[in-house]
């Protein structure tokens, strides 16, 4: 099958961590590779908790952004947390709520000992779906194809 890989200006170049953000195919499935905290270098922002799934969510969204679409389009989050607790659980719960309210999407969540950078306290993964009917000139355009 053939499909698009997505690396969005917003976001850092993740090719040298061995890695692409996005891969969307014809069937209208994308799928957004884990978002973290990252800065234009990939190196991580802050080391507050709260702050990092702030900036998470905010380059999930520049990726959707970046083939046309928007939280509503995701049907489903997978989220990492270092060393999970009930207070971590609740800052999560509250960015989801204010992001997507009474109809989140599906979502996993993985208390984990350690991330891909040592500094690393969150990270989320997601696939979306295009709509039906949805122009494809609204979805933007690859880096590079496979």
């Known amino acids: 099958m053939t499909h698009d ?4 200006a917003g976001l850092h170049d993740p090719v040298g961590f ?3 953000h996005i891969a969307r195919t014809p069937g209208g ?12 270098e990939g190196q991580v922002t802050s080391s507050d908790f709260a702050e990092q799934v702030d ?15 928007d939280y509503g389009d995701v049907v489903q989050l997978r ?3 270092v060393d999970h607790d009930p207070g971590k659980l609740t800052i999560l719960a509250e960015r989801i709520g204010r992001i997507w309210g ?7 969540l993985t208390g984990v000992a350690a991330l891909a950078l040592p500094d690393m306290l969150f990270e989320v993964d997601a696939i979306a779906v295009v709509p039906p ?5 609204r979805l933007g355009s690859p880096s590079a194809t496979n």
């Open 5 to 8: 890989i997505i690396n969005p």
């Open 18 to 20: 061995g890695y692409s």
């Open 29 to 40: 499935l994308v799928f957004i590779a884990g978002q973290y905290a990252s800065d234009a």
């Open 55 to 69: 900036r998470s969510l905010a380059n999930l969204r520049t990726a959707l952004t970046a083939v046309g679409l």
């Open 79 to 81: 989220t990492h947390i």
């Open 102 to 108: 009474s109809r989140p999407p599906t979502q996993t």
């Open 133 to 137: 009917g949805t122009d494809d000139s």
